[in-house]
């Protein structure tokens, strides 16, 4: 049996992409990286904090367009930034993603804007919407570790 390097599901709804993050982020470690891709409004900050649920971090996960990066504590740590107002890629090394990506999991929306900056993935999610609330997640494995997490999600 081979071990899927994608798959693809769908989401009925906000709850839904929840949900799935919380499964996610249920086996993810320090040291996982997931890059979340979509237009605005595709479901990336759901999916993030169904992350966070999946981690155990209380309260509320917000995007954290303005502070570019949010710490939460729960079983690992979950570092969730948001690259949308990032107008240069240089202003990534004041960020510190790659010692935080050591010391947690990390999160990133608009990944695209760090232009081959960030540490390897562990998992790329693409969030497609298809209708007003319906959504289509793609989620590819950056290595074994993301091929594993797939597996586990039995979604391949």
């Known amino acids: 049996m081979t071990v899927a390097d994608e ?5 009925d709804g906000e709850e839904a992409t929840r ?9 993810l470690r320090a040291g996982d990286v997931v890059l979340l891709r979509g237009e605005l409004g ?6 993030a904090q169904g992350i966070g649920r ?8 917000a995007s954290p367009t303005f502070v570019l990066v949010n710490e939460h504590r729960g079983r690992e740590r979950l570092y969730h930034a ?3 107002r990032i107008a240069e890629a240089a202003e990534l090394d004041e960020l510190g993603l790659r010692e935080e990506a050591e010391r947690g999991v990390l999160v990133v929306e608009w990944p695209e804007r760090a232009a081959g900056l960030l540490p390897a993935a562990t998992l790329t999610v693409e969030l497609a919407p298809v209708d007003e609330c319906g959504r289509l997640l793609r989620l590819r494995a950056g290595d074994g570790r993301g091929r594993g997490i797939i597996a586990a999600l039995g979604l391949a």
Do not use: M, Q
């Open 7 to 11: 798959a693809t599901v769908a989401s």
């Open 19 to 27: 949900a799935l993050g919380e499964r996610l982020g249920a086996l």
């Open 42 to 47: 595709s479901g990336k900050t759901r999916l």
């Open 54 to 61: 999946g981690l155990g971090c209380p309260g509320p996960i």
């Open 82 to 84: 948001d690259l949308y």
